[in-house]
């Protein structure tokens, strides 16, 4: 038996120790300790979320609230960031990797009462997270070498998946979020439902006693581009260490305010208690936190995440552009005309780093150190690479001829209400102007941008994807063909799930490519490692896009609350809100 399979059943084993409701213990090292029951926590929301079903929408701010809502079959150690016991209170991996069989947690309720059983596990994965249709499912991860991967019902608490090989990952991607069959049973196929019907489900208007979920908080009220207020879960199934209910807190409320500087504002003005921060907000704030604020600032390397990049449309719709955007040695010369010590230095304060590709230097167990191949900042580099090309021509204003005459111009796509793109796209056009290339500045909400991607509807563009502790999660992004991969949409399928098009890819996109199939069922850990970096070298060589900083994590709360975990960043998909109280 491999080395790994041998760690997940050790962890199978453990898991099965932890009956409902679940003792969360052991993060003393966090500074966590037992709390009192009450009080209100208030967070800021980025923007009015577009429906009020997890899987009917990819919206980060629907997201931010969905995490309190609902809850996973496994879940992360805070302190470890190891799979644990959630949904499911342990689990056997049998047949050489390719059975999973989940026994799932006793005497766990939704916020409405209702029992919790293998019916809604089966039910969520169909319907939803396997459903090529529902637009934040998943379906990709369910199908391996062609084939499905296949989930059925044991008993009333138990569900087994059968995978057609060994995914080494497959556990680690398991923290999708449980929906509740008996709320949503007229939007499944069971009941003659199409499988789009699914994305119609609790839109925004929406009872509220409708939302029903099995997290430590249930909606109570939802006003549009107002706030969205969560209150107690009384059936919630973890406790502290005594064994006293959690959450602690009685109501988590969300105010929507779309510009970050309004955000700390009312972070100052302590109508918000929580708030992440960039690097150019840290100074003004820890100076304040020095001078007796009522609040704490703190700063951690980050694992998770998300590092801005730019990428160019290899599919633009100026298929002059297109030509020179596919073109390696396009992408090459403006990676040298791409300042990331000044973007360091003025637009996060120092506070992040040189990113890696595709990876967090954070992240020990994956990272190939890449940042040799980065480059330096030279404008002349970039100029000669250009010119090499056989861009040398310009026009009156000094910009460059692409081969049929037109000027090499380009809108840059970004988001205006963020507190980094702005100054990071001005910067950008700036030093591209230098170089020839006329850089103008389109920008939209942040939360238009991926669907932007995906639509094909643009020509550069300045976005971030989060970073997670294995590659194999993040293959939708950085695997051509892959469903986030937009920036090259000739590869993907036609349907989400199938095979890509391997003929529409580079040789380099085709070696990453295989490198991910190879690596999502290897076993051995070293032989994946090398796989991965393998992939991060082409990545880096290449450049499918051209990554910017990474980040640190910093955030600010209020000093009126204890037991904020921030060692390495809000994990995505959980906010560790149950853990905290008001002093």
Same mark, same amino acid.
């Given at each position: 038996?491999?080395?790994?399979?041998?760690?997940?059943?050790?962890?199978?084993?453990?898991?099965?120790?932890?009956?409902?409701?679940?003792?969360?213990?052991?993060?003393?090292?966090?500074?966590?300790?037992?709390?009192?029951?009450?009080?209100?926590?208030?967070?800021?929301?980025?923007?009015?979320?577009?429906?009020?079903?997890?899987?009917?929408?990819?919206?980060?701010?629907?997201?931010?609230?969905?995490?309190?809502?609902?809850?996973?079959?496994?879940?992360?150690?805070?302190?470890?960031?190891?799979?644990?016991?959630?949904?499911?209170?342990?689990?056997?991996?049998?047949?050489?990797?390719?059975?999973?069989?989940?026994?799932?947690?006793?005497?766990?309720?939704?916020?409405?009462?209702?029992?919790?059983?293998?019916?809604?596990?089966?039910?969520?994965?169909?319907?939803?997270?396997?459903?090529?249709?529902?637009?934040?499912?998943?379906?990709?991860?369910?199908?391996?070498?062609?084939?499905?991967?296949?989930?059925?019902?044991?008993?009333?608490?138990?569900?087994?998946?059968?995978?057609?090989?060994?995914?080494?990952?497959?556990?680690?991607?398991?923290?999708?979020?449980?929906?509740?069959?008996?709320?949503?049973?007229?939007?499944?196929?069971?009941?003659?439902?199409?499988?789009?019907?699914?994305?119609?489900?609790?839109?925004?208007?929406?009872?509220?006693?409708?939302?029903?979920?099995?997290?430590?908080?249930?909606?109570?009220?939802?006003?549009?581009?107002?706030?969205?207020?969560?209150?107690?879960?009384?059936?919630?199934?973890?406790?502290?260490?005594?064994?006293?209910?959690?959450?602690?807190?009685?109501?988590?409320?969300?105010?929507?305010?779309?510009?970050?500087?309004?955000?700390?504002?009312?972070?100052?003005?302590?109508?918000?208690?929580?708030?992440?921060?960039?690097?150019?907000?840290?100074?003004?704030?820890?100076?304040?936190?020095?001078?007796?604020?009522?609040?704490?600032?703190?700063?951690?390397?980050?694992?998770?995440?998300?590092?801005?990049?730019?990428?160019?449309?290899?599919?633009?719709?100026?298929?002059?552009?297109?030509?020179?955007?596919?073109?390696?040695?396009?992408?090459?010369?403006?990676?040298?005309?791409?300042?990331?010590?000044?973007?360091?230095?003025?637009?996060?304060?120092? %506070? #992040?780093?040189?990113?890696?590709?595709?990876? =967090?230097?954070?992240? *020990?167990?994956?990272? &190939?150190?890449?940042? /040799?191949? +980065?480059?330096?900042?030279? %404008? #002349?580099?970039?100029?000669?690479?250009?010119? =090499?090309?056989?861009? *040398?021509?310009?026009? &009156?204003?000094?910009? /460059?001829? +692409?081969?049929?005459?037109?000027?090499?111009?380009?809108?840059?796509?970004?988001?205006?209400?963020?507190?980094?793109?702005?100054?990071?796209?001005?910067?950008?056009?700036?030093?591209?102007?230098?170089?020839?290339?006329?850089?103008?500045?389109?920008?939209?909400?942040?939360?238009?941008?991926?669907?932007?991607?995906?639509?094909?509807?643009?020509?550069?563009?300045?976005?971030?994807?989060?970073?997670?502790?294995?590659?194999?999660?993040?293959?939708?992004?950085?695997?051509?063909?892959?469903?986030?991969?937009?920036?090259?949409?000739?590869?993907?399928?036609?349907?989400?799930?199938?095979?890509?098009?391997?003929?529409?890819?580079?040789?380099?996109?085709?070696?990453?490519?295989?490198?991910?199939?190879?690596?999502?069922?290897?076993?051995?850990?070293?032989?994946?490692?090398?796989?991965?970096?393998?992939?991060?070298?082409?990545?880096?060589?290449?450049?499918?896009?051209?990554?910017?900083?990474?980040?640190?994590?910093?955030?600010?709360?209020?000093?009126?609350?204890?037991?904020?975990?921030?060692?390495?960043?809000?994990?995505?998909?959980?906010?560790?809100?149950?853990?905290?109280?008001?002093?």
């Amino acid at each position: 038996m491999h080395a790994r399979t041998l760690t997940l059943l050790t962890l199978a084993l453990l898991g099965a120790a932890h009956a409902a409701p679940k003792k969360v213990t052991g993060y003393g090292s966090l500074g966590v300790v037992g709390g009192k029951s009450g009080g209100t926590y208030t967070l800021p929301l980025g923007d009015s979320p577009q429906s009020l079903f997890y899987y009917g929408a990819i919206d980060n701010n629907l997201g931010l609230i969905s995490q309190q809502l609902f809850d996973g079959l496994v879940e992360f150690n805070l302190a470890t960031y190891r799979i644990e016991p959630a949904l499911a209170e342990s689990w056997t991996i049998t047949e050489g990797g390719t059975v999973y069989t989940f026994k799932l947690r006793q005497g766990v309720k939704w916020s409405d009462g209702q029992a919790f059983n293998a019916d809604d596990v089966i039910f969520t994965y169909k319907n939803m997270i396997m459903n090529p249709e529902s637009r934040a499912g998943d379906p990709g991860n369910f199908k391996l070498g062609g084939k499905d991967v296949t989930i059925s019902k044991v008993d009333a608490m138990t569900v087994r998946f059968n995978l057609p090989r060994p995914a080494p990952a497959f556990l680690l991607q398991q923290r999708y979020f449980i929906m509740p069959q008996h709320k949503l049973a007229r939007y499944g196929q069971e009941s003659g439902a199409k499988p789009g019907d699914i994305n119609t489900a609790w839109p925004t208007n929406v009872a509220e006693t409708e939302v029903v979920g099995t997290g430590p908080f249930k909606l109570s009220n939802y006003t549009a581009g107002q706030k969205v207020t969560l209150t107690r879960n009384p059936n919630y199934w973890k406790v502290d260490a005594a064994g006293k209910q959690l959450p602690y807190l009685d109501k988590l409320e969300f105010l929507i305010i779309r510009d970050p500087q309004a955000q700390v504002a009312q972070f100052l003005a302590g109508n918000l208690d929580q708030l992440n921060v960039t690097g150019a907000q840290f100074p003004d704030l820890k100076q304040k936190e020095v001078a007796g604020a009522p609040f704490k600032v703190m700063r951690s390397t980050a694992l998770f995440g998300s590092p801005p990049f730019v990428a160019y449309n290899f599919d633009a719709k100026n298929a002059a552009l297109a030509k020179v955007f596919s073109d390696v040695r396009f992408r090459r010369a403006m990676q040298s005309a791409v300042n990331r010590e000044r973007i360091i230095d003025t637009v996060y304060n120092g %506070l #992040a780093s040189l990113p890696g590709h595709g990876v =967090a230097p954070a992240n *020990k167990a994956f990272y &190939a150190n890449t940042t /040799r191949q +980065l480059g330096s900042f030279s %404008l #002349a580099d970039a100029n000669d690479a250009l010119d =090499a090309m056989g861009l *040398k021509k310009r026009n &009156a204003a000094g910009i /460059r001829l +692409l081969p049929n005459g037109q000027p090499l111009e380009l809108d840059l796509t970004y988001g205006t209400d963020s507190a980094v793109y702005p100054p990071i796209a001005t910067i950008l056009q700036s030093d591209f102007a230098k170089v020839g290339v006329k850089v103008n500045l389109k920008g939209i909400l942040s939360s238009r941008l991926l669907a932007t991607g995906q639509s094909g509807d643009w020509e550069m563009i300045l976005h971030a994807f989060g970073d997670q502790p294995d590659p194999e999660l993040r293959r939708p992004i950085w695997q051509p063909g892959g469903s986030l991969y937009y920036w090259h949409r000739a590869p993907q399928p036609a349907r989400d799930g199938d095979p890509a098009n391997t003929a529409k890819m580079a040789s380099w996109e085709k070696e990453i490519y295989d490198i991910f199939n190879k690596a999502a069922v290897e076993p051995n850990a070293a032989t994946r490692k090398a796989l991965y970096t393998r992939w991060q070298l082409i990545f880096a060589q290449n450049l499918p896009v051209t990554p910017i900083a990474k980040p640190e994590n910093i955030g600010a709360i209020s000093t009126k609350f204890g037991n904020y975990v921030y060692n390495l960043g809000v994990i995505p998909g959980y906010n560790p809100v149950p853990l905290i109280y008001q002093k």
